[in-house]
C-alpha cells in the first residue's frame, strides 16, 4: 500500500464556478481472495460462489445504455438531441448479464452518505447528471467529463451536489463553487486521465468521507469491488450499487463487468479493509459490454487528488 487516505465516519487545472504499453494482469481464481462487502451485498457473493461450485458459465452479455455526462463529450450529435428528450436519461454505460444491481436505501448512513448525486449545467445549457463521492469535509471527487465538457463550452457552468440522496424528494444540496481535472483529460482528452473533483460551497462533515489508497498489482487483486452511484434508469435520485471481482487490472486503467449504467460516471469503485473502512480504488468513467472501466488511483492520482483537497 503506497499511499492511503484513511475514510472518516466523520499539473492540475481549476476553475472557478461563478453563482448563478500497459500490462495486463488477468485476476487469477488461484489468487486468495479477501471476502470483506457490505452487508447490502453478501448475496452477490453467496451467488458467484454457488454457480462457480456448480460450474455454471456466463450465457453471453446483455446490455443497455444511457447518456450522462459522457455525452457531452463522446455522443454523435444525434445521440446528444436524443439524450435530451428526457431529464432522467443523462458515457455509455453496460449492464453484463441478467441485471442484479442493489437498490441503497439507507442512503444516511456510511459509507453511502458519501456518494453524492450531480446535477450539471453545461455552458450551452444543456443539463446532465452524474455520481462523485466526498474525499474531505468540501471536496468531492468525480469523473472529468462531468467537469470538463470540451463539446459543451468546457467547464461546466453550475453543478448541484447532493450527499446520500435517496429519490426525488427534498435532499440537502450543494452548490460547486470551483473545478479541478488534469490537463491529460481537458486538453488531450485521455480516457486514464478523466478524473477531477469539485470544491463545495458549505461543509459537508456530516455525511462524512471515502478514504482512498494505491494498491500493487497483486493486493488489489485480492479485493472485491463495490460500485456505487445514481443510475439514470433508475427512478431519479435513487442510489444503486453492484459487487464484483477485477477481470483486468492495468497501469493506469481498472477493468470489471460490475453493473452500470448512465449517471455512473465518477462513482467509487471501492473495497473495505479489515477494519470495514473504505478504500477507493478507482473512479467509475466508462462502459462497454466487454467491461465497465474506472481511472485507478495511481500514485499521481492520489497525489493530485490530496492536493486538490487541501
Not at 495486463?24 to 448475496?43: C, G, M, S, W
Not at 454523435?76 to 454505460?93: F, N
Request: aromatic residues 10%; contains cysteine.
Amino acid at each position: 500500500m503506497a499511499h492511503s487516505k484513511k475514510s472518516r465516519r466523520h499539473h492540475s487545472v481549476s476553475a472557478d464556478i461563478q453563482s448563478s504499453g500497459n500490462s495486463i494482469k488477468e485476476n487469477a481464481e488461484t489468487k486468495k481472495r479477501d471476502r470483506r462487502v457490505l452487508p447490502e451485498f453478501q448475496h452477490q457473493i453467496r451467488a458467484k460462489e454457488q454457480e462457480k461450485s456448480a460450474g455454471v458459465l456466463d450465457q453471453g452479455n446483455r446490455f443497455h445504455t444511457a447518456a450522462d455526462a459522457w455525452y457531452s463529450t463522446y455522443g454523435t450529435h444525434v445521440s446528444r438531441v436524443l439524450a435530451q428528450q428526457s431529464a432522467a436519461e443523462y458515457v455509455t454505460e453496460a449492464v453484463i448479464g441478467d441485471d442484479d444491481r442493489v437498490r441503497i436505501r439507507n442512503t444516511n448512513e456510511y459509507p453511502y452518505s458519501a456518494i453524492c448525486s450531480l446535477e450539471i449545467v453545461a455552458r450551452t445549457g444543456r443539463q446532465f447528471v452524474g455520481t462523485g463521492f466526498l474525499v474531505d469535509s468540501n471536496t468531492v471527487v468525480t469523473a472529468g467529463h462531468c467537469l470538463f465538457m470540451p463539446d459543451q463550452g468546457g467547464w461546466a457552468k453550475q453543478i448541484r451536489v447532493y450527499p446520500g440522496r435517496n429519490g426525488a424528494g427534498e435532499a440537502q444540496a450543494f452548490a460547486a463553487i470551483n473545478m479541478h481535472s488534469v490537463e491529460g483529460w481537458t486538453k488531450d482528452r485521455r480516457p486514464q486521465q478523466d478524473y477531477g473533483a469539485i470544491t463545495l460551497d458549505a461543509d459537508a462533515t456530516g455525511f462524512g468521507s471515502l478514504g482512498y489508497v494505491t494498491l500493487s498489482d497483486r493486493e488489489i487483486v485480492k479485493q472485491d469491488y463495490h460500485v456505487v452511484g445514481y443510475s439514470a434508469d433508475k427512478p431519479i435520485g435513487t442510489l444503486w450499487g453492484h459487487l464484483r471481482e477485477l477481470a483486468q487490472v492495468r497501469q493506469h486503467i481498472l477493468i470489471y463487468e460490475t453493473d452500470t449504467y448512465g449517471g455512473n460516471s465518477g462513482c467509487p469503485v471501492f473495497c473495505l479493509g479489515d477494519n470495514d473502512e473504505v478504500f477507493t480504488v478507482g473512479i467509475h468513467n466508462y462502459g462497454d459490454i466487454s467491461g465497465n472501466s474506472a481511472t485507478r488511483i495511481t500514485d499521481e492520482v492520489f497525489e493530485n487528488i490530496s492536493r486538490w483537497s487541501q
